[in-house]
């Protein structure tokens, strides 16, 4: 997926879903960045939170899969680009679609027990 360049007013709040690897670059303005792990939301407010404050030129990579708030700091608008980070998953990931991948290619089904 290509870049996407994405322009937050002053005073506005954003809130995204943002998968692992994404990268949030900041190309005009400075940012507020707010997030928590998304494999903790059954913990709710006692999750605990990241907020990282991105100036021009900063870039921040995630690290995990969250739900992320950007936030102006400043009093003028601001310019991001947002990176949906890499298209695949881990190699494990890759080998288990590979097998399903192959087991439907030969008409054969994958029972749970």
Known sequence: MKPLDQRYAPGQIRANWFKRGS???????????SY???????????????SIVL??????VLPYEAY??????????????IDAGPLKGS????I????????????VRVRRS
Do not use: Q
């Open 23 to 33: 990268a949030i670059t900041v190309l005009n303005g400075a940012l507020r960045v």
């Open 36 to 50: 928590r792990d998304g494999s903790l939301d059954w913990l709710l407010g006692d999750a605990p939170m990241v």
């Open 55 to 60: 100036r021009e030129g900063d870039c921040h």
């Open 68 to 81: 992320v708030e950007v936030i102006v700091t400043g009093e003028r608008a601001a310019i991001a680009r």
């Open 91 to 94: 190699i494990a990931a890759r």
């Open 96 to 107: 288990v679609r590979w097998c399903v991948s192959m087991g439907r290619l030969n008409g």
